[in-house]
């Protein structure tokens, strides 16, 4: 069971919760439908983002050992080398979920989003170009879900990614705190994200009505934790409108999946709780 929570607090298991629901904003939004072998490319997703977490904790390994020595590589509960291994495993699952789920049209996307995870993590991350590389991952994994319907996804895709930009961005600071500035930005992303998700055409006025609801919780739930870090930009404060962040992917990509499929959205908003009270256990960030 120790081995088991150990792989769990490597990959952010819980925190996959929040990604399950891109292909389905992607799906929404592209006009195709994830039925039949199509409801692998969320998994195929999940596999991606644990395999990004593990590849996070290998390249960050000596920085944790000073700034976060109960990770499971400083703490010695795992290698290194079982780190990587576990981040190509996943990444060669992720695209294996996704050739059978689309496949080469799937395949398209899926590769280019493999290789995003892996250059966000052993390249973009230190550097001033790192938040802009996780919102590429993550607008790809949007369009993962769009059957190829590139153009129709975009907007979407494009939510998702501006909201990853100000997360991101936002969570340099979870160790030493950020500057206000860095926190007003998070909170103009979110803005920006939750206009794109709620804008677009909507299958009925009863899709547009729900379209909002999830969009109103969204920018509410992930503002207010923003505007307290612009007001205390701490290292604490921070660290919790990160978090939130990163479970606000959840009404976001429900606002979206709204405009086409109001049980789709629901389906993806039940991910909220489970993933927050799971986070009380394995910690997402």
């Not at 993550?138 to 998702?160: C, E, Q, S, Y």
Request: proline share 6%.
């Amino acid at each position: 069971m120790s081995r088991i929570r150990t792989l769990a607090e490597l990959v952010r298991a819980p925190a996959a919760l929040t990604v399950l629901g891109d292909t389905v904003a992607g799906a929404s939004a592209g006009k195709s439908r994830l039925t039949g072998r199509k409801l692998l490319l969320p998994l195929a997703s999940a596999s991606f983002y644990w395999a990004g977490m593990a590849l996070n904790d290998w390249a960050d390994r000596e920085l944790d050992a000073v700034e976060r020595p109960e990770r499971p590589i400083p703490s010695g509960r795992i290698s290194a080398d079982q780190a990587l291994a576990t981040g190509g495993a996943l990444t060669l699952a992720g695209l294996g979920l996704a050739a059978l789920g689309g496949g080469k049209q799937a395949l398209k996307v899926a590769v280019p989003l493999a290789g995003a995870v892996w250059a966000y993590d052993t390249v973009l991350k230190p550097t001033p170009a790192g938040p802009l590389g996780m919102a590429v991952c993550r607008a790809l994994d949007v369009l993962l879900g769009a059957g190829g319907n590139t153009r129709a996804a975009a907007p979407a895709a494009a939510a998702i990614g501006v909201h990853t930009l100000g997360v991101t961005a936002l969570s340099t600071g979870e160790v030493h705190g950020a500057s206000p500035n860095t926190a007003k930005a998070a909170l103009v992303t979110s803005s920006a994200a939750t206009a794109l998700a709620v804008s677009g055409p909507a299958n009925t006025g009863w899709h547009r009505l729900a379209s909002l609801t999830a969009g109103s919780g969204y920018a509410g739930f992930v503002g207010r934790a923003q505007a307290a870090a612009v007001a205390d930009p701490s290292a604490k404060v921070v660290r919790n409108a990160t978090k939130t962040g990163i479970h606000g992917m959840v009404p976001l990509q429900a606002a979206i999946a709204a405009r086409g499929s109001i049980v789709g959205a629901a389906l993806v908003a039940t991910a909220l709780p489970i993933a927050r009270k799971l986070s009380k256990k394995v910690s997402p960030t």
